[in-house]
């Protein structure tokens, strides 16, 4: 910390802010115009739900395969061969954080792709049905759409108000008929975390495929593929700061499905398309340095969400979405009551402070979130929603700043919310 004259300076790393100031007017006049214009560049990351800063030593990892080793994996002269060497290690790197076998790890283009290919090519016509819950990812649902449209069945698992699936209701939804089971391991919006592995048990007690979404998870709690005893799942490199557009499909082998995009050898057979080896690269890079540190990582990141939340609860009408203890590390998603949650990114967004309503992926939509709808919130409180996710690259200077701006919005416009003002005169 440094002063100036009656004003206080905080410095943190890149980070400079003023405190005790209110009136901009009053900052100018007693401040050096070079202080205030890096204070008001304040920028404070907290939407790692949504995507990752890609890691320095990723993108180096990945540099070569763009400018020196970039031939093509398929072609038996050298060049062509170190990329299929890269391509393999990566496969096996991959595979070890998640304790799989080599041969079942197959690269796609990310998550989406990944969760469309366990769930349209898992069901056939003897097998047809597909069971899910009403709190998967997009990716997964409009997957399970896309099939019942063609006649497929598919039912829906309750969940309770915290978004906790029963494994016991998996059950008992199980029959003869049913081809796959797909449940997320943990939300992206409100970041609960799923009893997969006794669910996983289940499936293959009644002998019914289980795939499981773990784009949130990868990466940021442990995940061992034979300890849960999952047949599927899907990652994404991008979710662990790697690069976007790449992931993998966790395949037992065992498990046998059509390939899912026809047109070439590669991925031994069962996703055409050329290899994106520097993406790859970067993927098992970054999942090698995840889930080396995930340990300490964890309890950090655990320090600051258990910060914001015991923080931001304490504003009136306020509610934490998503169980309270079985949580990402990361996340801290809440619903402010009388105001939209459209507002609150905005504002905070006028502070240098990016967070999200929701999934990034429906976050142009001004429907409250399906999610948010689905563990028993009104419409009207679903819109004041707001999703905090935190990474190892955030610190407490981090918090103290969204702690300091954050009640101020609210109760600003909480004083401009005719809604809320309605409700606090009945």
Known sequence: MIKYKDCKIYISKENIR??????????LRKIPAAYIEVA????????????TCV??????????????????????YGLGRESSIALEKARSDIAECINAEKNEIFFTSGGSESDNWAIK??????????ISSPIEHHAVMHSINSLVKKGFLAKYVSIDNFGLISPENVSSLLDERTALVSVMMANNEIGTIEPIEEIAAICREKNVLFHTDAVQAVGHIEVDVKKLGIDMLSMSAHKFHGPKGVGALFLRNGVKLPPFMDGGAQEDGMRAGTENIAGIVGMAKALEIATGNLRENCKKIEKMRNKIINNLMKIKKTRLTGH???????????????IEGESILLSLDACGICASTGSACTSKSLEPSHVLLAIGLPHKIAHGSLRITFCEDNNEDDVDYILEKLPLIVEKLRLMSPIWNKDQQS
């Open 18 to 27: 003023v405190f005790d100031i209110d009136d901009i007017n009053f900052c």
């Open 40 to 51: 008001m560049n304040r920028f404070v990351y907290v939407d790692n739900a949504a995507t």
């Open 55 to 76: 890691y320095e030593e990723v993108i180096s990892a990945m540099e070569p395969f763009f400018k020196k080793n970039y031939g093509n994996a398929s072609s038996i």
């Open 121 to 130: 090519c898992a069901v056939s016509s003897n097998k047809n049905r597909i």
């Open 324 to 338: 309270p203890e079985k949580r990402l590390p990361g996340n801290a998603s809440f619903c402010f009551e009388g």
